[in-house]
Nanobody
Framework: QVQLVESGGGLVQAGGSLRLSCAAS????????MGWFRQAPGKEREFVAS????????YYADSVKGRFTISRDNAKNTVYLQMNSLKPEDTAVYYC???????????????????WGQGTQVTVSS
């Protein structure tokens, strides 16, 4: 099990940028694939991006390709989501997730992950 705490959310104007961080505790972070999901009020939690254990494989939702970048620093037990060219429709609570993994595929389902953070609010004004 990995304990996850998101930070970096806030209010930003459309077209602006924001970087989210997810700090992980536990001894298994370096063996865990990581993901970001988001959920707007009244909507289902949706996939945003995922990254393999080493960071050499990434996968993105079509809605954020070219705008968001997921990365990780295993020495710091931290995964990041750099969000550029933000749009009002990006407004949501963003959640970090972890999966104990011995390999890689394009993890994009809620059921792919077993540990979740509490979320951080991102609001993009028009």
């Amino acid at each position: 099990q990995v304990q996850l705490v998101e930070s970096g959310g806030g209010l930003v104007q459309a077209g602006g940028s924001l970087r989210l961080s997810c700090a992980a505790s536990g001894r298994t972070f370096s063996t865990s694939a990581m993901g970001w999901f988001r959920q707007a009020p009244g909507k289902e939690r949706e996939f945003v991006a995922s990254i393999s254990r080493s960071g050499d494989n990434t996968y993105y939702a079509d809605s954020v390709k070219g705008r968001f970048t997921i990365s990780r620093d295993n020495a710091k037990n931290t995964v990041y989501l750099q969000m550029n060219s933000l749009k009002p429709e990006d407004t949501a609570v963003y959640y970090c997730a972890a999966r104990r993994s011995t390999g890689w595929r394009d993890y994009a389902l809620r059921s792919d992950f077993e540990s979740w953070g509490q979320g951080t609010q991102v609001t993009v004004s028009s």
